[in-house]
């Protein structure tokens, strides 16, 4: 065995290109980070901070202070809270809260559906169907109440006139009476709220290729199995960000029951969101508002953790 044999092999000599590329990186600045799109959201997290997370940090605050008008007072602790969950008049908010989301998400997902599924159809005058459907929900909310609390009133109101003069029934009160005046927010609700739940659905069914439908026909399936079969199940994540939204809405409405009702006969359309206005601007006690709204913030945050629960879920499934 030679001497050369047992010698290591030697490397070649980098080219003068390369060690002049290696040098030049080496002394290149670093690039700085681009601050155009931080600049740009800047802007818009302001706005967030302003009028969302500083009233809810003020909130928590509050709940735990015994206030007279905007002045904190006394720490309290937890003494709002129990003072809150210790009161019928709230569990009867509570209730009734439940109680309207329920009947309205059920009864505005149905006609929300059957009036997508109308207006994916190909009718001749689809436009205008769309454009007249919408106009519930474009229109003020507060304009809206007040023409049903018209439409409604014992005395005046025109389905009593519609009653008495058209069919000669008697005068219904209906405001007046407990259980109809739950029943008239709910219908008053699913009527503006429904062509909401068009408009999402519709976009999900106009998502569906047609393709499917074109086979499903092939394999002999009929409309009701391929709405069954195909509609739905496509659906499916649509479906569900419309409830957990209309959940969402309804459980903090507000405005319906103050103009149409103000919470009455009695308390018996009193909701959480109208328990804790009352709470703040009839009784002016800050601390037991505060602390109804922290609740409501918390059952917003569970309804919110439940939906991407059921989306993560659905998307891996």
Not at 154 to 183: E, T
Not at 196 to 202: C, G, I, K, P, T
Not at 240 to 249: K, M
């Amino acid at each position: 065995m030679t001497t050369r044999e047992l010698s290591p092999r030697r490397r070649a000599a980098p080219g003068p290109a390369v060690a002049k590329s290696v040098r030049s990186a080496a002394q290149a600045p670093r690039r700085r980070p681009d601050l155009l799109p931080y600049i740009m959201v800047a802007p818009a997290l302001l706005v967030i901070g302003a009028f969302s997370l500083l009233p809810t940090l003020y909130g928590v605050l509050v709940s735990v202070y015994r206030v007279e008008f905007v002045q904190l007072l006394t720490f309290v602790g937890v003494r709002n809270y129990v003072d809150v969950l210790t009161d019928p008049a709230f569990w009867n908010s509570v209730r009734v809260s439940v109680t309207f989301t329920s009947c309205s998400v059920a009864l505005t997902f149905v006609a929300g559906f059957g009036l997508a599924l109308l207006g994916n159809q190909q009718l001749r005058f689809r436009s205008a169907f769309r454009t007249i459907t919408l106009l519930p929900w474009v229109t003020s909310y507060v304009v809206t109440y007040l023409i049903f609390r018209w439409i409604l009133n014992a005395d005046f109101g025109l389905l009593n006139a519609a009653l008495v003069q058209g069919f000669g029934l008697p005068r219904v009160n209906w405001l007046g009476q407990p259980a109809l005046a739950l029943a008239a927010l709910v219908v008053v609700d699913v009527w503006r709220a429904a062509p909401y739940a068009m408009v999402l659905l519709l976009a999900g069914l106009q998502g569906i290729p047609h393709e499917l439908y074109e086979a499903a026909a092939i394999d002999g399936a009929t409309r009701v199995r391929s709405f069954f079969g195909v509609t739905l199940p496509l659906m499916r994540p649509t479906i569900l960000l419309l409830l957990v939204l209309l959940t969402i809405i309804d459980f903090n409405v507000v405005v319906a029951m103050l103009v149409l009702t103000g919470g009455g006969p009695g308390n018996a359309t009193e909701a959480m969101s109208l328990r804790m206005y009352n709470e703040a601007f009839t009784y002016a006690r800050m601390g037991p508002a505060s602390a109804i709204a922290m609740i409501i913030f918390a059952a917003n945050l569970v309804l919110t953790g439940v939906y991407i629960r059921l989306l993560r879920s659905e998307h891996y499934s």
